[in-house]
């Protein structure tokens, strides 16, 4: 066979149109990077989409990485700047012909649904596998993407993803999810499934919301169902549905939804509680409110930030804005071109820049050339014959922009941004939470500066903190307060023109949950190695101490220790311990950290626990003491609670306040110690007689403190407790009387007497003595004396 070697590198096409005429786009078609064998066939089956219109999907954090869906795929790590073979699944998966219906990146994964099942495509080692865990057919995957690498709770967002059937009734449908981004799967019910009536249309996830949205379809018209409080109570608005709709959901977190058909085109800014049909203007006026019966057959869509672009089978470009705070959408047709094919696919390469993407077949080569068609936005916008107004906003900034915060409970966060209007020209700028239910906000505007030119710098002050604490609304609107939620805020301008292209509106994606960089720490002003208590040389060589088996807490099952327990302490860990005095009633002293920067002393209620058994304490107030009008919860209790004997964290998670009254726990025992630290009581810590080491594993309880699991270990020392008396007490007086008695009649009697009668009196005297004092130590194990004479 013939060997055929054909290297093509940077080759571009253009094709230019008519002399005269002002193109929309010029024409290049990229031939490059090809070396192949004529007659070498593609290794696996060729993935292929079937329907009559096409997909362009790009990876929502690596800009240059896509996937294009149409009769043939394409897998791309450089927009196309390369001719590509379709991608094909190994052979081995043994799919039969594979059918693409529905695809998602997530990380360095592509997911693929074939064949009515979930795939996974590590783009970059080249891997293929089958997601594990789905026992039913599947047609759709759906997630989000969150960008921000280093946050655990923007990869929580990025690995959250669905599957299912689309068109099967919702009391039934088979749901799966997944938070491995894919790998396996698990079934997914939803909470009011069996009461909703109609057809799955799809489920996401609307971290904009913090819900989970179910598109419910019931005959001809369709709506959200939502997850959570307080939007779980009913269904978002109904819309329209006469055909399936396809879902995208545009990047950022901001609450855009856009749902297509070939005859539909419907928009929603608030994930989905309101759909509005996208009008179709020209020069400012509305020419019809819909796409239908405009003689628009969509063919491809593409969305980007504040951007969509809808190409049709008529051979038109239509654009338009998705500002959220700019009144409805809207969009409006671009000079024409032909720039429609069958295999034409759109896709935004910036804000500024749309591209016509359409593959070519090379009849010599496996490898696919791509026809690119690149608009310029901006420069098309001025034509005059689209009668588009110019921008009237020359600044719009904020260092916020493009960055996550995160607020935790009882925290707020100031941020500001930069507006200039142009000179003659005013504005109305507007600020909105995506989250409402759960974000709050208050907003100050004001002159800041004046420009060299004269114009005049606005600064705009926005100020948020949990709607729970701004204290505006009924309970009912809010969502619930100990539940971890996002938001993302947005400020653009009222009304804002078409044309402000490069004015994409101002954006944060907040997390209102736990800020990592807290931490808690017990203070120890006082060490045991400070006051010489303890030599931290002998600390730091492996030292060691013994727990006697007495002071042992009894196991799971009741059982008493039945050894001492010898404990290596660790030093690095834990450093010297805290001094404690024994008959002092205690309480730990605890900071709050944020980073490097104390914050506060924590007055909230949290628990302790010795971490080897100790039990040689006690606590100062009972549960009526602290004003317990429930039963207070205990060790005992949470342990006997635990799905595994003797293992149970006692944390925000499942605190219960005995504060509260409550008919299913009224307080039964009211004389129990009350185990629970800080808060609203003064409660204390009460040490035996028993000096040595304890180790304890502090947690924060209140579950309105903050959303992290606040925890931590420490040690200290008790010092100043005298060893227990081998004797009653009563035995040890009457000896002392007694002895004391013995010497002052001696003190009397000896020196009356010759030294040899002293001697013998003093011998008689004491054998009587240790006669009558053997009764009173009858307990002791002494040989009894010999009976005087």
Not at 22 to 41: A, I
Not at 662 to 683: E, K
Request: charged share 15%.
């Amino acid at each position: 066979m013939r060997m055929f070697i054909l290297i093509a590198v940077a080759v571009d096409v253009w094709l230019w149109p008519l002399v005269g005429a002002q193109p929309l786009c010029r024409v290049r078609q990229v031939r490059t990077g090809k070396v192949f064998n004529s007659g070498q066939p593609i290794d696996g089956d060729a993935l292929y989409f079937p329907s009559v219109t096409t997909r362009l999907i790009k990876h929502p954090c690596k800009k240059t990485t896509a996937l294009y869906l149409g009769q043939q795929v394409f897998f791309t790590n450089d927009n196309f700047e390369n001719s590509l073979p379709p991608l094909t699944i190994p052979a081995s998966m043994m799919v039969g012909r594979p059918e693409v219906t529905s695809a998602h990146f997530t990380g360095s994964q592509l997911l693929l649904v074939v064949n009515q099942k979930v795939y996974t495509y590590d783009y970059t080692a080249g891997v293929w596998n089958a997601s594990q865990g789905i026992q039913h057919p599947v047609s759709h995957v759906s997630g989000d993407s969150c960008c921000f690498s280093k946050s655990t709770f923007c990869l929580e967002i990025s690995n959250s993803i669905f599957a299912y059937l689309h068109g099967e009734q919702i009391s039934q449908a088979n749901i799966y999810f997944s938070d491995n981004g894919g790998a396996s799967f698990q079934k997914y019910t939803y909470e009011r499934q069996a009461e909703l009536v109609g057809t799955l249309g799809g489920i996401f996830s609307l971290h904009s919301l913090s819900q989970v949205g179910l598109l419910v379809i019931n005959d001809t018209k369709a709506m959200f169902a939502y997850s959570d409080h307080p939007l779980d109570r009913s269904l978002g608005l109904a819309f329209d549905y006469n055909e399936t709709l396809e879902v995208l959901l545009p990047p950022g977190q901001r609450g855009l939804l856009i749902l297509w058909s070939r005859n539909s085109l419907f928009s929603s800014l608030s994930a989905g509680q309101i759909m509005e049909t996208i009008q179709v203007q020209k020069g400012g006026q509305t020419l019809l409110p819909s796409i239908f019966g405009a003689n628009i057959t969509i063919h491809s869509i593409a969305a980007y930030e504040n951007g969509l672009a809808v190409l049709t089978q008529q051979d038109h470009l239509y654009y338009g804005s998705l500002g959220v705070l700019s009144g409805s959408s809207y969009i409006i047709k671009f000079p024409e071109q032909n720039v429609w094919s069958p295999e034409a696919a759109l896709m935004f390469l910036n804000p500024g820049k749309l591209q016509i993407l359409t593959p070519i077949p090379d009849s010599a080569s496996p490898a696919y050339d791509f026809q690119q068609c690149v608009v310029n936005i901006q420069a098309t916008l001025m034509k005059p014959e689209l009668h588009v107004e110019a921008c009237k906003i020359e600044l719009m900034d904020g260092i916020f922009e493009g960055k996550m915060y995160t607020m935790d409970m009882n925290s707020q966060l100031v941020v500001s941004a930069l507006l200039i209007p142009r000179p003659g020209a005013s504005l109305v700028p507007q600020v909105m939470v995506s989250n409402p239910y759960s974000l709050g906000l208050k907003t100050t505007i004001y002159e800041y500066a004046n420009t060299y030119d004269g114009s005049v710098l606005y600064k705009l002050d926005i100020t948020l903190k949990q709607q729970h604490y701004w204290g505006w609304f009924d309970p009912n609107f809010t969502s619930s307060i100990t539940r971890p939620t996002t938001s993302t805020l947005t400020v653009d301008i009222a009304n804002k023109e078409i044309s402000c292209v490069d004015m994409k509106p101002l954006t944060a994606l907040i997390s209102i949950g736990c800020d990592q960089t807290k931490k808690i720490v017990v203070q120890n002003k006082i060490s045991a190695c400070s006051v010489g208590v303890l030599d931290p040389r002998v600390l730091q060589d492996n030292y060691t101490y013994v727990i006697e088996k007495e002071s042992l807490a009894p196991g799971p099952g009741g059982q008493a220790a039945t050894k001492d327990l010898k404990v290596l302490y660790p030093i690095r860990d834990l450093g010297c311990p805290g001094l404690v005095y024994y008959d002092n009633p205690w309480k730990p002293a605890i900071e709050l950290w944020q980073g490097d920067e104390f914050v506060e002393l924590v007055e909230a209620e949290f628990v302790l626990r010795e971490v080897h058994g100790l039990h040689t304490f006690s606590y100062e107030l009972s549960a009526r003491a602290a004003g317990c009008h429930a039963q207070p919860q205990n060790w005992s209790s949470v342990l006997q609670s635990a799905r595994e004997p003797g293992r149970a964290p006692w944390t925000r998670e499942n605190y219960l306040s005995c504060h509260s009254s409550s008919p299913h726990n009224p307080l039964r025992w009211p004389n129990v110690q009350y185990q629970i630290l800080g808060g609203q009581t003064d409660n204390k810590i009460i040490f035996k007689q028993r000096n040595g080491i304890y180790i304890f594993q502090l947690s924060i309880l209140d579950p309105y403190y903050s959303y992290c699991q606040l925890e931590t270990t420490f040690s200290i020392y008790v010092y100043g407790a005298y060893p227990l008396a081998l004797f009653r007490p009563g035995v040890t007086i009457v000896l002392l009387v007694a002895s004391s008695l013995l010497a002052v009649w001696l003190a009397y009697v000896l020196p009356k007497l010759s030294y040899k009668q002293g001697i013998h009196r003093a011998k008689e005297a004491y054998r009587r003595l240790q006669w009558r004092l053997w009764g009173f130590c009858r307990g002791l194990r002494a040989p009894r004396p010999t009976k005087p004479p």
